[in-house]
């Protein structure tokens, strides 16, 4: 097996971030390319067969021996993960799965395994919404879980579309949307991940599997008041919008703390226009909220408008929530999960609190997950890490899985 540690180490120079610290790899840039074909490369020097559909999944196949049709790769066994990042992420998320993914494949070959059905390694594209602001865009795509109008005008801090740039890597726009053909092809989905917080460490093992995910959503709040100079206009003649979104910040982190297992984020604000001098016209920020009940995740983002909308009153403001994507919560195929157990005895069933396309995938295909211990407990940061034997650890239990399941 070639081991994941060797399989990351040919990537990791790729897509580093010199201003944030780690790594920045959004969907289709020149480092999530140069990823893709790093896997292209590594699965095709394993026999795969590798192809891109119309929503830009990649798939690395491994037919079985028989004769080759139409359906032979329907119900096929189906593992991966993705390959963007978060601004200034870790070198993990998402690779780790993808590195894993092939190292099982060593194995079962070394193992001589002969595949009863078919199975494919895939690659999800904007996995994080990174760059056009929701997540698992390319699962929403294969599974009609996004219009693929509103995916088509998708549009990145640059102003370029999904559809362009779709475009211009090779797919055509139109053909965004539902893959029916696709969707049958995936018999069982098995994700292979980075534990992202401290689950792993509490429970001192390697790897665990996943039992659910909790429901993640995210909003943009637009905040509108009146620009102008920073030493003409006097205190009280001001309507600043960055003072209203200060107080909104604040009121989110309340709101979330007085609420058990609420998790509500502001990581991105964007003053227009964005001068040291000048009093920002327009203030634009993200909130990221999650909740294991979807009814609270709804309500506190009630809760959290409402208050915005009386702060930006406050200074003379207005406040504008738009919802960019929202998943539920998830509780994974409970056969599928016994049938990880029974492959990888031991190993501790584990929640998490991060979203992945086998959340979008699980209401549609049998989906797991598999984690692999991360002994900083942190992520989407250049601190994730995961120790070289765990992580073969980790893709030894998924190649027992696979084989299992194969
Ligand atoms: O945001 C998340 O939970 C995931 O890392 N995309
Ligand atoms: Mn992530
Ligand atoms: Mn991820």
């Known amino acids: 097996m070639?081991?994941?540690?060797?399989?990351?180490g040919a990537i990791e120079d790729v897509g580093r971030d010199a201003t944030r610290g780690g790594y920045s790899r959004p969907v289709f840039s020149n480092?999530?390319?140069?990823l893709r074909s790093w896997f292209e490369q590594e699965a095709t020097r394993r026999g795969l067969e590798v192809e891109t559909d119309r929503n830009g999944i990649?798939?690395?196949w491994w037919d079985t021996g028989s004769e080759r049709s139409d359906s032979s790769r329907d119900g096929a066994l189906v593992t991966g993960s993705h390959l963007d990042s978060v601004p200034g992420g870790g070198a993990f998320d998402g690779p780790l799965g993808v590195a894993s993914a092939l190292a099982a494949v060593d194995v079962l070959k070394q193992r001589g395994v002969q595949p009863q059905r078919a199975l494919a390694v895939t690659v999800f594209p904007e996995e994080e919404g990174s760059r056009f602001g929701v997540a698992c865009l390319g699962s929403r795509l294969l599974t009609g879980g996004i219009d693929p109008d509103a995916a088509r005008n998708l549009r990145d801090p640059d102003g370029v579309s999904f559809a362009e740039a779709a475009r211009a890597n090779g797919l055509d726009p139109a053909h965004l949307g539902k893959d029916d053909d696709a969707l049958r092809r995936i018999g069982d989905f098995v994700e292979l991940h980075v534990e992202q917080g401290r689950g792993l460490i509490d429970l001192d093992s390697p790897f665990a599997i996943g039992t659910s995910v909790i429901g993640h959503?995210?909003?943009k709040l637009s905040i509108t008041g009146q620009g102008n100079h920073a030493g003409t206009t006097l205190m009280a003649d001001r309507a600043d919008p960055m003072v209203a979104a200060a107080q909104v910040i604040l009121a989110i982190r309340k709101t979330a703390a007085a609420t058990p297992e609420a998790r509500a984020t502001v990581g991105r604000v964007q003053p227009i226009p964005g001068g040291t001098n000048v009093i920002a016209s327009r203030v634009d920020l993200w909130i990221d909220v999650r909740h294991p009940d979807d009814a609270v995740t709804a309500s506190l983002v009630e809760s959290i408008h409402g208050q915005a909308q009386k702060a930006a009153?406050?200074?003379g403001c207005a406040a504008a929530l738009?919802?960019?994507?929202?998943?539920g919560t998830v509780n994974f195929d409970g056969e599928l999960q016994r049938q990880l157990q029974l492959a990888i005895p031991g190993a501790p069933g584990l929640p998490t609190g991060a979203g992945h396309d086998a959340g979008i995938l699980a209401a549609h295909v049998p989906s797991a997950m598999l984690y692999v211990r991360n002994p900083t407990g942190i992520s989407h940061s250049p601190e994730e890490h995961v120790e070289d034997d765990d992580a073969d650890a980790g893709a030894v239990a998924l190649a027992d899985v696979l084989e299992r399941l194969l």
């Open 2 to 8: 070639d081991s994941v540690s060797n399989l990351l």
């Open 58 to 60: 990649l798939w690395a």
């Open 313 to 315: 009153a406050f200074e």
């Open 217 to 219: 959503g995210r909003w």
């Open 322 to 327: 738009t919802r960019e994507s929202v998943s």
């Open 31 to 34: 480092a999530e390319l140069d």
